[in-house]
């Protein structure tokens, strides 16, 4: 049987498989087998992405970087779940994060 993607899965499969990969993580932190973990929280990440609407993430946004605070990410390009840029604070390398770990800034209503 072929594993189906994450853009193929149905709002509530995809909180299911959340909720799964979450048990999963959380026991592998605790027997500390922090590679294990490292693949879960990506796989969490992913999942959540495809929760999010792309259409919310535009060229040229800035977002804080979840799990790396102070770490700011600019969009030049959105490519499905992704969006392609650069930290501010790094050296301008392009790079693509699933959109669940943009954060969005707070804007000053005035």
Known sequence: MQEKRYSQYT??????????????????????????????ERKIAMAKA???????????DVFEVEGD??????????NGVFAWGYRLNGDRTEEALPISLLIKLRQNQE
């Not at 499969?13 to 879960?40: F, H, R, T």
């Open 11 to 40: 709002e509530y499969e995809l909180k299911q498989e959340i909720s799964v990969l979450n048990e999963k993580a959380k026991k592998a932190e605790q027997m500390g087998m922090v590679n294990e973990y490292a693949v879960l």
């Open 69 to 78: 605070p102070g770490s700011y990410f600019k969009i030049d390009y959105m």
């Open 50 to 60: 495809y929760l999010l609407n792309p259409d919310d993430f535009k060229p040229g």
